[in-house]
Every structure is written in C-alpha cells, then in structure tokens.
C-alpha cells in the first residue's frame, strides 16, 4: 500500500476526520508536526497535554529513563548514606523494582498465565540489563 505525505495546503485533511482543512488564518500557530497516514485513513492524531513535566509513567518505561533513574537514585542516596556509594546491591535492588513495577503496569485481565509468565522472564531479564547498563557493563 502506498504512503502519501499531508502537506500544509488548502483542501487537505490534516487532522484525520475526513474532511478537507480550512487554510490557516494570518498569525495563527503553525502545526505541531505532520503526519503520514495511508489514503483512505481515519486515524487521529494523538491529543497532546499542554501540561510539561519531568518524568511520567510513560518515559519511565523506556530504557534510557529507567537506567538514568536507576543511576541516578544510587548517586544521591550514596551521597545521602555513603555506605550506598559503594554498595552494588542498591542499584540491583533498584532495577528489579523499577522492572517489578514496569511488568505490574502492563498486566491486563485478559492475559493468560502464559503471557503473564512470559512477561515475568522478559522484566526480570530486563531489569538485569538495566542493572549492567547502570555498572557500565556492556555486552
């Protein structure tokens, strides 16, 4: 199936709802990003927060995050506790919680025991690499 790219002109549907758009008055602020969708789709565009934060459960989720929360948690408790600085359990024991909350985020009732077994291995191998990637252990 071919792709086609929305462009900012008259007569096209930018926003999704199968109408053409309406060009943009004079001062009015540009769009946020373009899309691609496919010809013919309903998709909408994601709804945005105009709220900014930090961290959020989401971001959280994502690799770099978690082992930047992870390493950094073990910075400022040992520098909290010195016998934290050097203790290498902190950092492990954070990872698997930081991986124990991520996997109890993702249960739905309507997984199977496999699925949630499977999901289990797959967050403690995860929060083993999250452990490696804080002690700067690469593959």
């Known amino acids: ?15 999704g709802d199968g109408k053409p758009d309406k ?4 001062g009015a602020p540009a769009p946020r990003a373009l ?38 948690t073990w910075k400022v408790f040992g520098t909290i506790f010195p016998a934290i600085a050097t203790n290498k ?5 954070t990872s698997f919680l ?5 996997f109890y985020g993702s249960l739905t009732p309507k997984m199977t025991n496999r699925d949630k077994a499977i999901g289990f291995l797959v967050a403690l191998l995860n929060s083993v690499y999250l452990t490696a990637s804080v002690f700067g252990i690469s593959p």
């Open 1 to 15: 199936m071919r792709l086609k790219s929305l462009v900012m002109a008259e007569g096209r549907d930018l926003d």
């Open 23 to 26: 060009p943009a008055a004079a």
């Open 35 to 72: 899309r691609v969708v496919a010809p013919g789709s309903t998709a909408k565009a994601p709804a945005t927060s105009g709220v900014g934060v930090f961290i959020t459960p989401q971001s959280i989720m994502t690799f770099p995050v978690a082992s930047g929360a992870v390493f950094a």
């Open 89 to 93: 359990a902190f950092p492990l024991a």
């Open 98 to 102: 930081i991986g124990g909350v991520i």
